[in-house]
């Protein structure tokens, strides 16, 4: 393919992005296959010969977006948006065109300089604490990661790595192995799976305290939990808290956990992947206490900041203690400018030693949308939420499970979890919205979440008919199903009792 070549391909791509995200209300937002679909579709192995791009893109219509489950559909209500727009679009076609790949500095100058710029852009933005921003005096700063699950596991090990020197230099007695063996960390058990996985690949237990009846975990449960685990000889490291919970977006008390963590010389890592996003709103500033304590945090920018995924960002307090955990020198990945300025090479920063220009597509976004369209996306979310939220409080067959929480409501119709298993499967069945279940103390919730690129109040009461008519539609079939059920009983009753003077007169 040539250049004249690509500018067609790329024309005619760029068209069928467009048509499909401006017409993406005309599809049902769950795909209508079965698993192994696509294998029987494509051939067994790769052309010999290559072929006409138009194919190709003719394909991905046939048999690529029929696979497809529509993120971007404002009819997208499970787990937590997952958001684009069309500058980040615009943005990753660019930094793919360079082809660069930026693990040092020499690598790519721009590529690390602008996520140095872009992180304190977005520091700023959210009003986090001035220790976090590359342009302050201290060790701080901010990079971009692939997701939560990179960032928190990257906290863990850099947290590990300090334990186990620190705690050697004060117990020289004591060998490695027998340090890393006691090591232990902390998080809720309304925690996200990466935070368990993170302590999985870390090979350090990671305890899933219980979090209050309002599901917060609190400072007094994690001293408990500390105190219990130094008495039987083993090593606090970490506590991972949570701002936005997965299931419920409940927020842990930051400012009691940095207490005890701070008393007992324990990194304290916040995961508000989905709740950083409102840190820039002032309604929401309460979110922000505490984090001028915290040594580490990361939210994504592909939740509520416009910015496709993968693109998460994490500020360190201290980021020598990364570095220092992490440093593996070659003598290729030396550059003659190394050590001669305070720009960082990010892949001390990070788990791979590869990385991609995300930085690129962050600019561009914010440039093009400005902080104010920003504030007022995350705005727009909370509003349309609390327009669900209030729909669900005037039918009485429902349910709130938790307080509202941004641009998610848990909810449930009332009854026992049966009834709220069959209106999920049946709304699952006809494919018009999509939703997830949770559950919490033994009853099973919807989860509602504001999402796709372009969500409208319209949109809201679409979803809303959908749930409700279902719930009736359900609520009326159980009814019949009670009637004829007692109608048969009756009629055996009825039998019964014929059968019983029949016997008595023989």
């Not at 509520?304 to 020598?320: H, I, K």
Request: charged fraction near 25%; hydrophobic fraction near 40%; include cysteine.
């Amino acid at each position: 393919m040539d250049a004249k070549e690509f500018r067609e391909f790329g024309k005619a791509a760029i068209d069928f992005v467009a048509d499909y995200l401006e017409n993406i209300r005309d599809n049902e937002v769950l795909p209508s296959v079965e698993p192994g679909y696509l294998l029987d579709l494509l051939p067994g192995q790769m052309p010999e010969q290559g072929e006409s791009w138009k194919a190709v893109l003719s394909d991905i219509d046939r048999v690529i977006k029929p696979g497809i489950t529509h993120w971007q559909s404002p009819q997208m209500h499970a787990y937590y948006p997952t958001s684009t727009s069309y500058p980040s679009i615009v943005g990753e076609m660019l930094a793919s065109g360079f082809g660069i790949i930026g693990f040092s500095w020499i690598c790519s100058p721009a590529c690390t300089e602008l996520e140095v710029v872009v992180m304190d852009w977005l520091a700023k933005f959210l009003k986090l604490p001035e220790h976090f921003l590359h342009a302050s005096e201290g060790p701080g700063g901010g990079v971009i990661q692939g997701s939560a699950s990179e960032a928190v596991l990257v906290a863990v090990l850099a947290a590990r790595e300090q334990a186990v020197v620190s705690y050697r230099e004060s117990h020289p007695e004591l060998s490695e192995s027998e340090v890393r063996g006691r090591l232990v960390a902390y998080s809720s058990d309304q925690s996200n799976s990466c935070i368990e996985k993170a302590g999985v690949l870390a090979a350090m237990p990671i305890r899933l305290l219980p979090a209050g009846e309002d599901l917060v975990l609190r400072g007094e449960t994690l001293k408990q939990a500390i105190e219990e685990d130094m008495a039987a000889g083993r090593i606090p490291v970490i506590c991972i808290a949570t701002l936005g919970t997965t299931g419920t977006c409940a927020y842990d008390d930051i400012e009691t956990l940095s207490t005890v963590c701070e008393e007992f010389n324990v990194w304290l890592h916040v995961d508000a992947a989905y709740a950083g996003g409102a840190f820039a709103l002032e309604e929401c500033s309460d979110l922000r206490k505490g984090l001028d304590r915290v040594d580490s945090l990361n939210f994504n920018l592909h939740k509520f900041m416009l910015v496709n995924f993968d693109c998460s960002a994490m500020w360190l307090r201290d980021a020598n203690k990364v570095v220092d955990s992490f440093n593996v020198d070659r003598i290729y990945l030396k550059h003659k400018h190394e050590g001669q300025s305070q720009i960082p090479d990010f892949r001390h920063w990070q788990i791979p030693l590869g990385r991609r220009f995300r930085a690129l597509k962050v600019w561009i976004t914010f440039r093009t949308l400005g902080a104010e369209g920003l504030r007022n996306h995350v705005r727009k979310h909370i509003e349309l939420a609390k327009q669900f939220e209030e729909l669900v409080t005037k039918d009485s067959r429902f349910e709130l499970v938790a307080p509202r929480a941004l641009g998610l409501v848990c909810f449930r119709p009332r009854g026992d979890n049966e009834i709220t298993a069959q209106l999920l499967h049946r709304l699952m069945e006809r494919k018009k919205i999509y939703m997830v279940k949770a559950e919490h103390a033994g009853r099973q919730f919807l989860r509602f979440v504001v999402c796709g690129m372009d969500s409208k109040p319209s949109d809201i009461e679409f979803a809303w008919t959908e749930i409700e008519s279902q719930l009736t539609a359900l609520l009326a079939e159980q009814s019949v199903a009670a009637r004829k059920a007692g109608n048969m009983a009756d009629l055996t009753q009825h039998f019964q009792i014929h059968l019983n003077d029949h016997e008595k007169s023989q």
